[in-house]
């Protein structure tokens, strides 16, 4: 009983926050003002309150002057982008069918996702032409390279490919990248073991529904997002070495929220 009451109350606290937020998204987006990022960003806030997820920040994110930065991430949960939207005003690289689907779909649209068609081997240029278009005119774009969620307790290889998907190592990106390491690290404000951390991790054999009932379930969930040193790009670094560069300093800050530093 208890548990249907709490589903009923996140519900409708979270179908409230939208009715209120979202017509001033759709006006402010029509009219391209930049205050629409910090839209996205409230609601995303509103969100982790509703679902009881504390985010801790370590670092912070780069401004470069002038542009956006291109930000690369572990990915564990569809959580993933509702912490890091309360974190910073992004937008996200996302598969091209995600467009598709029911909730996640709308929910990318609403945050402005860059879909790119990672079959599309002519369109590759196309592709980072917009994702550089997008930095350049002030938008920060997140990037998940394992191309799939881990558990949570360790990340995959990052896949220089979805890299040079975006022009990265060949200058078309002229951004900075920034690595981005995020651990759910606490439930009911202890630490959360290596055991439970799947808790927050969605598989992608897990259907959505089942994970998000059993989020509702587990309302004290506390989640580290620390954002690394910046990884500027040069002509005499190809994609694979940019990689490797980013995928080692996400793994050390991985480490170090996992081990409670």
Same mark, same amino acid.
């Given at each position: 009983m208890m548990f249907f009451l709490r589903f009923a109350l996140v519900a409708i606290?979270? %179908? %409230?926050? /939208?009715?209120? &937020?979202?017509?001033?998204?759709?006006? /402010?987006r029509w009219l391209k003002h930049p205050i629409r990022k910090q839209i996205e960003v409230c609601w995303h806030r509103a969100i982790c309150k509703i679902l009881g997820v504390k985010v801790e920040v370590r670092g912070t994110m780069v401004?470069?002057?002038?542009?956006?930065?291109?930000?690369?991430? =572990?990915?564990?949960?569809?959580?993933d982008i509702i912490v890091l939207g309360s974190v910073a005003p992004i937008s996200f690289v996302a598969k091209n069918e995600i467009k598709d689907w029911a909730l996640f779909g709308s !929910?990318? $649209?609403?945050?402005?996702?860059?879909? #790119? *068609?990672?079959?599309?081997? &002519?369109?590759? $240029?196309?592709?980072? *032409?917009?994702i550089n278009q997008? %930095? &350049?005119a002030g938008d920060n774009i997140v990037l998940f390279p394992e191309g799939t969620t881990s558990d949570g307790n360790f990340i995959y290889p990052? $896949?220089?490919?979805?890299?040079?998907? !975006?022009?990265?190592? =060949?200058?078309?990106i002229s951004s900075p990248i920034q690595p981005v390491s995020i651990v759910y690290n606490k439930l009911c404000g202890l630490p959360m073991g290596r055991f439970k951390?799947? &808790?927050?991790?969605?598989?992608? *054999?897990?259907? #959505?529904?089942p994970h998000l009932l059993g989020v509702i379930s587990e309302p004290h969930l506390g989640v580290v997002v620390s954002f690394g040193e910046p990884v500027a790009q040069?002509?005499?670094? =190809?994609?694979k070495e940019i990689t490797m560069i980013v995928q080692t300093r996400v793994a050390e800050m991985t480490s170090r929220a996992l081990r409670g530093r």
């Open positions: 606290a979270a %179908l %409230l926050v /939208t009715m209120v &937020l979202l017509p001033a998204h759709f006006v /402010t401004q470069p002057s002038g542009h956006g930065v291109l930000i690369a991430a =572990n990915h564990i949960s569809w959580l !929910l990318a $649209k609403w945050q402005e996702s860059v879909f #790119i *068609d990672r079959s599309a081997r &002519l369109g590759v $240029k196309a592709q980072a *032409d917009i997008r %930095l &350049l990052f $896949k220089s490919s979805l890299f040079g998907a !975006l022009g990265v190592g =060949n200058a078309a951390r799947p &808790l927050a991790a969605w598989p992608g *054999d897990i259907e #959505i529904g040069s002509e005499a670094m =190809n994609r």
